[in-house]
């Protein structure tokens, strides 16, 4: 987890914001879905000064080998998508990042996202499920 927190604060915000309408949101979303994520959630951190990206997207898988799907698809379709590949990525078991400095996704699997509750962390943000 510190490793994690050390790659976000080493790198600084793009200048140029985003929304959920963006190729690169919508994409990501996308890929979570196909590879049956659950409990997607987008946080919209923009309106927080200390907030290391835009948006976080948080999701859980069932196993180590889902995680690693998701976040291989979440790579696969922006890339061919929007041409964007990650900025850096963090892979686990447990827990993966996958991070494009607007956008940072965070794919769990349920105990770990328990454990770290990010979603409590920044309550001031603004909170969508995507699971429809």
Sequence with gaps: ???II???EARKKAPIRI???SKLFKS???AIKEKKGEAIVSLDLRSIDEA???FFILCEAQSHVQIKAIADAIVDKVQKESGEKPYHTEG???WTLVDYVNIVVHIFNKEQRKFYDLESLWLDADRM???D
């Design 1 to 3: 987890m510190e490793k």
């Design 6 to 8: 050390t790659a976000l």
């Design 19 to 21: 929304n959920r309408a």
């Design 28 to 30: 990501i979303i996308s």
């Design 52 to 54: 290391v990206s835009d």
């Design 92 to 94: 686990g078991d447990q």
């Design 129 to 131: 499920e995507h699971n």
